[in-house]
């Protein structure tokens, strides 16, 4: 397979605003092209078309989330409309990927979706999603990779600065999908103790791994190669596809995290995952863009992790 990495962008995804002044705002897509452009990565990547079967999209998402939580999505005005096609861009990154058109793929989408579940029903353009996010990108993506493509099992790693609590939900009594997250523990949305490993079937499968205010590369990489890959080694967890909730409100001066991840930690994050992907299932990976709230640091850190994601 020739190895190539993916870009998922549309410029329809900046049509999404919350209010002005807010920190989940277009700018940081705009920041993200702009520092890609000038480092060249833009002519490195190979443009993602979203899948384009409405029947295909909608029965994913309801694979997930409730009916009353996708139709009060759907009737907010343009949100809805830029949610579906983000989760679609993302299903059309998973189907490249899959299918052995790109070994990998970053998708730089809004809205972010790793809080959600189903409790936004009945939206009524005050309520901003939960955490900001309105479809789960990363689970529905999953689930899609095991019942389009045969997935058995599936790899979720999380970096972002919150914990992703709804991804948590899609799949706690679940053995197939393994969720993996780094966060801080004591800030939105107050959930990911070390304690929460998994319900029933899936005991075992869900690894939360909270880190002290101000953590920094050090104690990141340590829990990735000292708490997640011991761990995918005991259960003998070998992934069919590696999905990455890839949120950069963990690096250094970011508006709403505390921690101090810098670029290369973020690229060396990149790395681990990339090995992971290579051993199990010839690289297959697709990551997703999740927080980030200041966009030039933002931008920065997806440069480094899409040139890492590249070299792979």
């Given amino acids: 397979m020739n190895a190539k990495t ?7 995804f900046m049509d999404h605003v919350l209010q ?20 060249g990565l833009l002519d490195a990547v190979t443009d993602i078309t979203s899948l384009d079967d409405s029947q295909a999209i909608q029965e994913a998402i ?15 005005n343009p949100t809805g409309d830029i949610a579906l096609l983000a989760t679609a861009s993302v299903l059309g990154a998973v189907r490249d990927v899959m299918e052995g058109t790109l070994k990998n793929a970053f998708c730089a989408i809004r809205p972010p979706g790793h809080h959600a579940h189903n409790n936004s029903a009945h939206y009524d353009g005050r309520n901003q999603g939960e955490g900001f996010c309105f479809f789960n990108n990363v689970a529905v993506a999953a689930r899609y990779a095991q019942n389009r493509y045969g997935c058995k099992n ?9 914990h992703g609590n709804g991804t948590e939900w899609s799949f706690y009594e ?21 304690t929460r490993t998994g319900y029933n079937d899936g005991l075992g499968y869900n690894l939360n791994v909270p880190l002290d ?4 590369d050090d104690e990141i990489i340590y829990a990735w190669e000292e708490k997640l890959l011991p761990k995918l080694d005991e259960l003998q967890f070998s992934p069919d596809l590696v999905l990455i909730s890839a949120g950069f409100d963990s690096r250094e001066e970011d508006l709403l995290g505390t921690f101090r991840i810098t670029d290369h930690g ?9 090995e992971i992907a290579n051993r199990h299932c010839e690289g297959k990976l697709v ?16 440069c480094a992790h899409l040139s890492k994601l590249i070299e792979n």
């Fill in 6 to 12: 993916g870009f998922v962008f549309n410029d329809r």
């Fill in 20 to 39: 002005v002044g807010h920190p989940e705002s277009p700018e940081r897509l705009r920041a993200i092209k702009s520092h890609m452009e000038q480092q």
């Fill in 62 to 76: 309801a694979n997930i989330h409730s009916p009353d939580h996708i139709n009060s999505v759907l009737d907010c």
């Fill in 154 to 162: 599936v790899l979720i790693l999380d970096w972002d600065y919150h």
């Fill in 174 to 194: 679940d053995r197939s999908v393994f969720f993996f997250s780094t966060h801080a523990l004591y800030t939105y949305p107050g959930t990911g103790d070390p």
């Fill in 213 to 216: 205010n101000y953590a920094g």
């Fill in 266 to 274: 973020f690229a060396t994050l990149t790395a681990i995952a990339g």
């Fill in 287 to 302: 990551s997703m863009l999740e927080g980030g709230y200041y966009p030039d640091g933002e931008a920065k850190a997806v």
